[in-house]
């Protein structure tokens, strides 16, 4: 049984300090961590639940940080290395062009060894050209640390240079799990926590709001899952620059981490555990979202009921959908998510960038 | 005001402001008489369906079953035996039923049952077999009285649970014989409990629709109210999520409830969601929620008090749906069954079967402890 004193607690919306967090989630009551978070949620956005129309461009596949967690990565010389050349980026905006209320362009990829900074800021250009009303959100810490590197720039030069060139929001990954320990094991070339935090710290205090995110479910602690909250948790009070926090279920297929340490995909229940438990004690973040492309639909449907406000957008559907080979109307996902937010009793909100609703 | 969204149709509806308050405070009573206790109305179900509160509705039927249930989570070691797929009833819902002579139709001969058998004790904790067939349209009850009797004395130690009421009522109706003998006949030749499917929603308006050419409401009741008397133990389910409204949803559930008050010999209670895909509904009928499972789950533990037992079958509510419903008033998870064949031909995603070892890990990582039964829920062996 969960203490009386931290029940009340949670039921108050206090914070919650490490080791209340962490007593929280040895109780293993679902469903109190459930409508709490509910509650917290209703506090927060009411009725809503919000969505985006997007699309994904992932701009290369190639990477010199070969992390042992990702399956997407392929080092250089790979047959199933693939690099998008301007061109190319231009004929995927062309198919875009079709989208109707497209709000936001979502650009994250590898870190390709031998692409420099103009490159990408020339990606950002076209797209900027071509879209002038619609949104880029672009480039996670974990990119954003490699170009500085290359370059030689300070993390604040590049994001100027990014923001001037029409990046408007970054996005939350790269963060994994902060722990050094975990890091090493996991995406040992990859920037650490400190540096993650600090990379976001200097985009908020230029004006650039972020996501934030964590990856669960590999080889990390509980303990080192809940002190990962809690050092999000201090960055927002600092700067108030995140808008929404994702949770990543570890996938573990086709990855040399999950062969290794053979690993298995998180269960549903977990998922919902852990996003009632953060959504609690990430008390100063407004938004949730429930990742359906890694969640899948009907347990995204779910999460809606454990905290999170937001389905993300339409984009992963549509990946899905042509992957098997149909020519699905690209209106029917608007609906289809609308129709998964209605069902549970909230209201479809299509959101921009900055998570205000879209007249429609 | 209402809202109307899209224009389309919809198994849900917005309510009107004052409704909502209205049902507000029906809610808050449903939970004082739950707190106490107190059976549920018709009324309180159907404002249980109007809830959109999930995790409240877990919570009071999660506090149910704790209290009714305990910590305990059954499970099977167990094996189908789908005898034949041939059917002469062809029900809409039904992807596994075929014409005799059509594709994909068999029909098992006695050594093929013993080789399924022999070969799903393989595993050694195996105890018991699950046997529900289509309606074969030669076959005589002699033939089925047959197999029971031999698989009763090859296997004397396997404990048998078969034929839904359904095919009870098809027995009497192809012998001439009276339900009570049909079941006094396979009781003396091994039987140890009968199958709970076969009631999908008993309402005479759904039956009619769906699946005119078997037995009905009243025949399905009548063969589980005859086995209770005779001592045979039998299992009640319910197939939802096609043209049902809500409203049947639970005058099923209370149909259920008034034969147990009567008799008390229903084991468990084993909600099915339709799994619309290769079925004669496939095009109109889209599957349900998860979000619906779980309510319907929890709905169906609160409003069936006199029920021991509700089960997550996770063959159709997959295996992390099932687990999470584990939270949502199940207390029993069904069985590593050897291989699925009448789901999987309705496109079930999850596996044809489960190993004891992930049935007893998917129960422990949520604090609970798993217990393998026999079809009579008797504990074989608690899993500590």
Redo the contacts between chains.
Sequence with gaps: MIDKNLREKVENQERLNFDEALELYRENDLLFLARAARRIKESKSGKKIFYIINRHINLTNICSSNCPLCAFQCRSGDNRGYTLELDDVEKILNDFGEIRNLSEIHIVSALHPEKNFNYYLDVIKLVKKKFPAVSINAFTPAEIFNFAQKENKTFAEILTALKSAGVETLPGGGAEIFSPRVREIICPKKLSGEQWLKIMRTAHKLGIKTNASMMFGHVETIEERIEHLIKIRELQDETGGFQAMMLFPFFPANTELGEKFNLRPVGAWENLKMLALSRIILDNFDHFKAFWVMMTLPVAQLALGFGADDLDGTIGEEKIIHAAGSGENKNISRETLSEIISEVGYIPAERNSFYEEKIL | MEFE??GRK???R?LKRGECLHIRSELEKIEQKILREERLTFDDGINLFDC?????L??LA?EVRRKKCGDIVYYNVNCHVNLTNICSARCKFCAFGRDENSLGAYSMTTEQIINLIEDALKDPNMTGLHIVSGLHPTWKFENYLEIVKVIHEKFPNLYIKGFTGVEITHFAKISGRTVENILTELKNAGLQAIAGGGAEILSDRIRNLLCPKKATAAEWLNVARTAHKLGIKTNASMLYGHIETFAERIEHLIKLRELQDETGGFQTFIPFPFLPKNTALEKEIKQT????D?RTMAISRLMLDNFDNIKAYWVMLT???A??AL?FGANDIDGTIHKENILHDAGATSPTNLAEDEIIK?IR???RTPAACDCNFNILRLIK
């Design positions: 969204i899209f919809k198994n849900y917005r959109k509160n999930l995790a409240w877990g919570m999660d929620s998860m979000w619906d779980l295996v992390p749906v687990q999470v939270n998917i990582e949520i604090g």
